[in-house]
């Protein structure tokens, strides 16, 4: 369980949701909705975010295996693949050739997770992502901003 090995006993210090997401036997699925912003249609489309909007239904489906987890999120029609795994003490999520490392920080309210370095192959990008999650016992809320491209933000709920 990533999040799990990732936060070690401050784990146990997040909202119901957000652990029965996080620690699900083989993963979790979730659904939702999320309004998208562009500050740059060009970097959001190239960085795989959806067209914007309102009300984008989602949905999240995480497939856990021994040393990593495949995060497939499907805002409407567009879907968005990437992989996490632990590297040393931070999350490490791949998608294609982009690298983002991030420090994840973990209290009785959710998470919060601070870029550390971008890299596209082996370049560094000027990339600075921030997100959040906020749980309650039966659903959470979260926000995803990379600066100067554009961010996602809704609420999502488990499903069995």
């Known amino acids: 369980m990533l999040y799990r090995q990732l936060l070690k006993d401050d784990f146990d210090r997040l909202p119901l949701a ?10 979790g699925r979730a659904v939702g909705s999320v309004a998208v912003r562009h500050a740059s249609g060009l970097l959001a489309r190239l960085l795989g975010l959806p ?7 989602m949905r999240l489906e995480v497939v856990a295996g021994e040393t990593q987890e495949i995060w497939i999120r499907r805002f409407g029609d567009v879907v968005r693949k990437s992989n996490q795994r632990l ?24 998470m919060r997770f601070e870029s550390q370095r971008a890299t596209l192959w082996a370049l560094p990008l000027p990339l600075r992502i921030s997100a959040t999650e906020r749980g309650g016992d039966q659903s959470w809320e979260f926000e995803v901003t990379i600066a100067r491209v554009g961010s996602y933000s809704g609420a999502m709920a488990s499903l069995p």
């Open 18 to 27: 957000l652990r029965q997401f996080h620690s699900a036997p083989g993963g």
């Open 87 to 110: 590297e040393r003490d931070l999350l490490l999520e791949t998608f294609g050739p982009v690298r983002l490392l991030f420090r994840v920080l973990a209290d009785d309210r959710g």
């Open 51 to 57: 067209p914007s909007g309102d009300n984008v239904p």
